[in-house]
Each structure stands twice: as structure tokens, then as C-alpha cells.
């Protein structure tokens, strides 16, 4: 018996041969239809699925080379095992091969020629079929991957605008969610950080663009781990000085302090910059400003070039308080100082005039964060 059933196409004018075929192959596990003509056999192969062919070579209508000839001509049929029963005569057999035969049987049929080359045949069909579907899946799986691969690529660029302004994980956190509702203008409550370096236009001024360009680059490298560390919102870098704000688009219950402790730990990683700046020469500091206060926030710009902003006085006043700030200072608002808790240490810097502002400013100068403090 076959390990796997296979249906054959016996196709013969004569119905004693038919019975005679029938005979030899049922018994042996195979699935056997029968056609009377070529026509017949034509509309079967169209409609069922056949695994091979033994076919008569003499029929009324279409003869076996026509129909062996048919079979090859479509695609769907083109490897189809194709068995000619021929008589006695090599012309036959080389016409039969000329049609697209396969192989050939001459009559009387012997039984054991028969079964050994049916067998065979069909196994080579089951091999053909075997590579027929795991082409099928081969496409189907290139069909899936790249439609991955366009999705990856399209998370990709999302994430990569998202950084712009966001630390990695909430980046990867809002691509994952597809959630990008945040990006559309509202109105919250930001603490806003603003710093730049002291001296830098006269160190820009007498140095080399080259030069400039290596400084900045140690400067933002230094800051924006920190940014990302403390989870702030990046709104921009403008040369040496830049804005970052906290409680949104994640909102937090520390925003005064988180953007303290973040400007605190600027100073003194900046600071140890400024040391390997001074041993070539270049006197820079840094000044950093916080503010507090109601902003609109949103995604700003046009297609291919978009920018997440913050607009409100609240950045104009962070921006101020940083310009007032001497080298190595963090003036904070009134309002930031007492919201920041026990935590922060600093002095009363009194009250300032600000451009752009017709209210003087109390402000306090950070000293640092004492962690030892605990609440009274």
C-alpha cells in the first residue's frame, strides 16, 4: 500500500483497459478516475486534483500526444506526471516523448511495470507538490516580513522624531501604544530649564569653528544624558544654550524638584568640562534659570520638519532668570524654590528686574540638594 494516497488519471476510449488499470491500481491505495476521451480528461485535470496521468495514445477526438501536448501548454499542469500507454513501435515512444511524456507503457501492460512506474512517478509528484507549498510559504513569509519590515522601519522614524525631544523609553513607550494624541496642543503646567554657557560668544569669536563645534559637541553629549536621565522634555538646542521642561507630556508630582536636582548635577558634571576647557585655554561657564508657570505645548512646524514647543511666559521668564545668572548659578523662582520642598538648598538672591517683565522677580540661588534632610 502507498504511504500517501494519490489519485490517477486513467484515460483510455476502451473500457476493458480502463477496468484492467483500475484493477492493478485500486488495490494498491490509489484513488482512480477515469476519462473516456481526451476532452474528458482535459475538463478532470481542470477540475480535480490529479497526481498523474496514464494516458492512451490512440483516441477518437483528441489523441494522447494532443492532450499530453494541452497538458503542458498550462501552468498549473505544466509538471504534471504524464504515463503513455503506447503499442509495440520506438516511433511512438519518441512521439510520445516529443509530446511531454514522462514515460511510457507498452501494451499488454505489465502489471509490475505498471505499479513500479507509478510509484515512482508519484513520488516525484508528491516532491513537486512538497516545493509547490514551501514556495507558497517561502512568499507568504516574504510577504510578512517585509510588511515587518515596513512597520519597523515606520516605528523607526517614529521613534526618531520622538527623540528629538523625548528620553528613549517614553519614546519607545508612546511608538509602542501608537498614542500619539499628546503631540496636539493643550495647555499645562510646566517647571521650565533653561541654561547656556558663560563666555561663549567671546570663546566663539577667537576660536576656529572646528574648535567651537568640539566644545559643543562634549557640552550637549554631557547634558542630554541628564535630560534623559531625569526624564525631562528636550525642546530645543540653540547653539550653547537650552530648554528643557518637566510635567509634560508625562505628568509628575516633583517637576520643581526633579528639574533641580537635574541642574545640580549639570553644574557639576559642566564644571569638570570647563576644567579640560581651561587647560586650552577657553574661559567658560554656565548659567542655569527655572521657572514655573502655564504654558501651550504642542507639535510645531510643517511635514518632513516637526518640533515639539512649549509657548508661554513661563520660557521667557526661565530664559531671563538664566541671561541674569552668573557663571556656575541656578536662580529659581520663589515659586520653584518653596515647590521643590526641603530638599534644596540655596539663599535668597532678592529681587530682580527682568526684561520683558514689569514685575520684579524674587529669586533664590541653588546651592545644592541635601539629601540628609528629612521633613520636619
Known amino acids: 500500500m502507498t504511504t500517501q494516497k494519490s489519485t ?8 476493458p483497459n480502463v477496468r484492467l488499470l483500475e484493477a492493478i491500481l485500486a488495490p494498491r491505495g490509489y484513488d ?11 475538463r478532470l485535470i481542470a477540475e480535480d486534483d490529479i497526481d498523474l496521468v496514464l494516458l492512451d495514445i490512440v483516441m477518437p477526438g483528441l489523441d494522447g500526444y494532443e492532450v499530453c501536448r494541452r497538458i503542458r501548454e498550462q501552468v498549473d499542469t505544466a509538471y504534471l506526471p504524464v504515463v503513455m500507454v503506447t503499442a509495440s513501435g520506438d516511433e511512438q515512444k519518441v512521439k510520445a516523448l516529443e509530446a511531454g511524456a514522462d514515460d511510457f507503457l507498452t501494451k499488454p501492460v505489465n502489471k509490475s511495470e505498471l505499479l513500479a512506474r507509478v510509484a515512482s512517478l508519484a513520488r516525484i509528484k508528491r516532491y513537486q507538490d512538497t516545493i509547490k507549498r514551501q514556495a507558497g510559504e517561502l512568499t507568504a513569509w516574504n510577504q510578512e516580513l517585509e510588511s515587518r519590515v515596513q512597520t519597523q522601519v515606520s516605528q523607526l522614524q517614529r521613534m526618531g522624531r520622538l527623540r528629538r525631544f523625548l528620553s528613549p523609553q517614553l519614546a519607545e513607550l508612546i511608538v509602542d501604544s501608537g498614542d500619539e494624541s499628546f ?3 493643550h495647555r499645562r503646567e510646566i517647571v521650565v530649564v533653561f541654561c547656556d554657557l558663560r ?12 574648535e567651537v563645534m568640539g566644545v559643543l559637541t562634549e557640552y550637549h553629549q554631557a547634558l542630554g544624558d541628564l535630560i534623559f536621565r531625569f526624564e525631562g522634555t528636550l525642546e530645543r538646542f540653540a547653539g550653547d544654550g537650552l530648554m528643557v521642561f518637566f510635567n509634560d507630556p508625562v505628568r509628575c508630582d516633583d517637576g520643581p524638584l526633579r528639574a533641580i536636582r537635574m541642574s545640580v548635577a549639570m553644574r557639576t558634571r559642566v564644571r569638570g568640562l570647563a576644567e579640560s576647557w581651561a587647560r586650552r585655554g577657553h574661559d567658560l561657564g554656565m548659567g542655569i534659570g527655572i521657572a514655573q508657570g502655564y504654558a501651550t505645548l504642542g507639535k510645531i512646524g510643517f511635514d518632513g520638519r516637526l518640533d515639539y514647543a512649549a509657548i508661554g511666559s513661563v520660557t521667557n521668564l526661565a530664559a531671563r532668570l538664566c541671561a541674569d545668572a552668573l557663571a556656575w548659578q541656578i536662580l529659581v523662582t520663589e515659586r520653584v524654590y518653596a515647590a521643590a520642598g ?18 520684579t522677580v524674587h529669586t533664590f540661588n541653588i546651592k545644592g540638594i541635601d539629601n540628609a534632610r528629612t521633613v520636619s
Not at 8 to 15: F, I, K, S, T, Y
Not at 199 to 210: D, K, L, N, V
Not at 342 to 359: I, K, M, N, T
Open 32 to 42: 482512480v478516475r477515469t476519462a473516456a476521451s481526451g476532452e474528458e480528461a482535459l
Open 8 to 15: 490517477v488519471l486513467v484515460v483510455d476510449d476502451q473500457p
Open 183 to 185: 503631540l496636539e496642543s
Open 199 to 210: 563666555g561663549f560668544t567671546t570663546f566663539a569669536e577667537a576660536s576656529e569653528p572646528e
Open 342 to 359: 526641603h530638599l534644596a538648598v540655596g539663599e535668597d538672591s532678592g529681587y530682580r528686574d527682568l526684561r520683558g517683565f514689569s514685575r
